[in-house]
């Protein structure tokens, strides 16, 4: 099973570029990597996900190098309102495998003014 | 919307009582998940349902059981609940891949934070 690996917490400034890496070494060739947003005292959102390359959605951009052992979601001008936490997930798609899914610790993302 | 709702946002119990926590979700997904969150772990995956009466254990099943008995409700039990189960559960759905909009977007509730003394 790919176990990920993030970034306990990151600060930022508003309107900066935020990108928040993860480490991946063992992900499966039908492996996904799938991003989550979670405020406090609601459940977590799903952000993007991808396979390979770049995703770009009208939340975020989402890179992953060749080897895909890391993935890297990138928040641009980020505003007081993305403070929270941000999740990494690998697993594969197809039904039946969800039991292989794994959430990462997560990363909490502090904006300041 | 998909909506995703849990019984209780906050629930105290005592250690030995039996426990049911509650989810519904209304958009007729064939998933669902029961997940708890603690500080420092992340997200773990107690049990999931890919169907009615079909269940699957995942990740930390040990000290919980989980009955679906229809397509919109799945509910998590603690036959006999104990300190170390004190938690924020979190329940979740998602349809059939072949209808989902994006894979593995799971849609979760608000979350019960869960107390036992």
């Known amino acids: 099973l790919a176990k990920t690996t993030q970034p306990i917490s990151m600060d930022s400034y508003e309107g900066q570029e935020v990108n928040i890496t993860c480490s991946h070494n063992?992900?499966?060739?039908?492996?996904?990597i799938t991003w989550y947003q979670q405020f406090p005292s609601q459940g977590p959102r799903f952000i993007i996900q991808g396979y390979k390359t770049k995703v770009t959605n009208e939340v975020a951009s989402l890179f992953i190098p060749a080897d895909r052992k890391s993935s890297t979601l990138s928040l641009p001008r980020v505003s007081l309102s993305d403070t929270a936490v941000y999740y990494c997930l690998v697993g594969p798609l197809f039904s039946g495998g969800y039991n292989k899914l794994i959430f990462g610790a997560g990363t909490r993302l502090a904006v300041h003014p | 919307d998909v909506k995703v709702t849990q019984s209780s946002r906050y629930l105290v119990k005592r250690t030995g009582e039996k426990v049911f926590l509650e989810c519904v979700q209304d958009?007729?997904?064939?998933?669902m998940f029961w997940y708890r969150q603690d500080p420092g772990l992340g997200l773990r995956l107690i049990y999931f349902?890919?169907?009615?009466?079909?269940?699957e254990k995942g990740d930390i099943p040990e000290g919980y059981s989980v009955s679906r008995e229809k397509k919109e409700r799945f509910s998590l039990i603690l036959e006999s609940a104990s300190t170390n189960q004190t938690s924020m559960y979190l329940c979740?759905?998602?349809?059939?891949?072949?209808?989902?909009?994006?894979?593995?977007?799971?849609?979760f509730g608000p979350g019960t934070r869960l107390t036992v003394l």
């Open positions: 979740a759905s998602t349809p059939e891949a072949d209808r989902a909009r994006s894979y593995n977007e799971q849609f």
């Open positions: 349902s890919y169907d009615v009466k079909m269940k």
């Open positions: 958009m007729d997904h064939e998933n």
């Open positions: 063992n992900i499966a060739t039908n492996d996904y």
